[in-house]
Nanobody, 114 residues
Framework: QVQLVESGGGLVQPGGSLRLSCAAS????????MAWYRQAPGKQRELVAG???????NYADSVKGRFTISRDNAKNTVYLQMHSLKPEDTAVYYC????????WGPGTQVTVSS
């Protein structure tokens, strides 16, 4: 069973940048389409960005041009590079298989505030 651990969150000012990492244990990681999700207080979890096993990517309209998802299959790790952060990006960020079928990890808190 794959286990996921997210890291890299923190407090950043508007306009700042962060790089999130998601380390996956278990085998077969390179075959799975992966994604980053986020959940803001009082809101449903939403898809932020996805990446296929071959490296094709897609993004929510709200983050296009600001966020970049990538993966390193040799390290069983998915990344989310975030630039030009806005207060509305504040949320707990999670990674998972694109269909959300892995057990959810603890997430990493991103807070954008001055």
């Amino acid at each position: 069973q794959v286990q996921l651990v997210e890291s890299g969150g923190g407090l950043v000012q508007p306009g700042g940048s962060l790089r999130l990492s998601c380390a996956a244990s278990g085998s077969g990681f390179s075959y799975y389409p992966m994604a980053w999700y986020r959940q803001a207080p009082g809101k449903q979890r939403e898809l932020v960005a996805g990446i296929t096993s071959g490296g094709d990517t897609n993004y929510a309209d709200s983050v296009k041009g600001r966020f970049t998802i990538s993966r390193d299959n040799a390290k069983n790790t998915v990344y989310l590079q975030m630039h030009s952060l806005k207060p509305e990006d504040t949320a707990v960020y999670y990674c998972n298989k694109r269909d959300g079928s892995f057990p959810w990890g603890p997430g990493t808190q991103v807070t954008v505030s001055s």
